[in-house]
Structures are given as structure tokens and as C-alpha cells.
T-cell receptor
């Protein structure tokens, strides 16, 4: 059974600090996605990682993918309160047909 | 571009009634749409894949007779929750696959919150 596991599930941090969210998955895939969800809202796409070694950055967020280790990371640099949200990774298990399996989500709270 | 809408955004219904949720791709044609379900403080679970002009493909454990999906056009998919019960209360999110096969992405709707009393 495919598992997509995020770590940690809850994270409370201070503004200005750095931290990393990890996403491990148990099957072969070279397509991984990161999404943000605010309370009561739908998903906002953050990053699409399509190959081994892919690294993408947007503002204070950077995502990477290691398909051999079946691991993706979402790194937060100098966190600000506005980044407080739940972050999901998702793995395409259908070779590009977009059938996604989501991780449990990481609830991130950034305190002033 | 790539906007997906859902209607209604929230609905309250009585147990035993049916509820229809619409998912529309506003500025592109979507041959494939997806329906997800999210319980409070939990992750998204794929319920089914909806393909225009053909029957939906349901994930294991999802009752196809309870969750009726119709993808009648390239811009509209509907999810009907039949004989709803309180345990069907959830946040239902649809998404539409990007029209180009070289774009590996799907665009999410804003979600529909269903409460069954």
C-alpha cells in the first residue's frame, strides 16, 4: 500500500527561524507536488517537482525532490507569520495521469 | 487562467436527501476532473476520477451508487451525494487536470462544505 508520510505533522516556530518539512513516500514516482491550505479554504499550488534533483524556490520557500530516496523537502527560510498554514505534499502514482496521494499535512504555526 | 469554480460553496441538508455539487472549469476545457473529500483536520482523499463522456473511476472503498459523478461536458462535472447521512458531512473539493498533456498539474476548486443534519 502506498504511503505518503509527512514529518512533522505539527510545527510551531518563531518568526525569523528556518525549518524543513519532510515528505517520504513508499512507491516509485518522479512527480511530487506541494500545496498550501489555509483554514476553511481549498488548496493553493506551491511547487511541482518533476524529476530527480529538482529544486524550486519561491520567496521564503524552497522545495526539492530526491526520487532515489523517495524524499521531498520543503524548506522555510526566515519564517514570517503569513506562512502559517497547513502544507501538503502529494505524489502522482499514475505516471503523469495526475492521480495524487496526499500526505497527512503539516500544520505550521509561526509566532511573532 | 486555469480557474475552477464549485457551486455551492456550502450546503446544509437533511438526512436522507440528495445534494448535487457542480465543478466547472471556467477558462479551459477539462477532459479529466477529480473529486476529493476532506474531513476536518485531515488530508485529502481522492474519491474518483471523472472523464468527460465516460463513467467515472472510483477509488477503493467509495460507493459509486452513493456518490454519483457525471462529467457531461468538457467544463462541467457534478457530484451527487444520494441519501446523505451525517457521516457524509465533509469538505468536497474538485480539481481539473491541465488541458495540455505536457503540463503535469491540476487546478483545484474552492471546495464545498456539506453538512448533513
Amino acid at each position: 500500500e502506498l504511503k505518503v508520510e509527512q514529518n512533522p505533522l505539527f510545527l510551531s516556530m518563531q518568526e525569523g527561524k528556518n525549518y524543513t518539512i519532510y515528505c517520504n513516500y513508499s512507491t516509485t514516482s518522479d512527480r511530487l507536488y506541494w500545496y498550501r491550505q489555509d483554514p476553511g479554504k481549498s488548496l493553493e499550488s506551491l511547487f511541482v517537482l518533476l524529476s530527480n534533483g529538482a529544486v524550486k524556490q519561491e520567496g521564503r520557500l524552497m522545495a526539492s525532490l530526491d526520487t532515489k530516496a523517495r524524499l521531498s523537502t520543503l524548506h522555510i527560510t526566515a519564517a514570517v507569520h503569513d506562512l502559517s498554514a497547513t502544507y501538503f505534499c502529494a505524489v502522482d502514482i499514475s505516471s503523469g495521469a495526475q492521480k495524487l496521494v496526499f500526505g497527512q499535512g503539516t500544520r505550521l504555526t509561526i509566532n511573532p | 487562467g486555469a480557474v475552477v469554480s464549485q457551486h455551492p460553496s456550502w450546503v446544509i441538508c437533511k438526512s436522507g436527501t440528495s445534494v448535487k455539487i457542480e465543478c466547472r472549469s471556467l477558462d479551459f476545457q477539462a477532459t479529466t476532473m477529480f473529486w476529493y473529500r476532506q474531513f476536518p483536520k485531515q488530508s485529502l482523499m481522492l474519491m474518483a476520477t471523472s472523464n468527460e463522456g465516460s463513467k467515472a473511476t472510483y477509488e477503493q472503498g467509495v460507493e459509486k451508487d452513493k456518490f454519483l459523478i457525471n462529467h457531461a461536458s468538457l467544463t462541467l462535472s457534478t457530484l451527487t451525494v444520494t441519501s446523505a447521512h451525517p457521516e457524509d458531512s465533509s469538505f468536497y473539493i474538485c480539481s481539473a487536470r491541465a488541458p495540455s498533456t505536457s503540463v503535469y498539474e491540476q487546478y483545484f476548486g474552492p471546495g464545498t462544505r456539506l453538512t448533513v443534519t
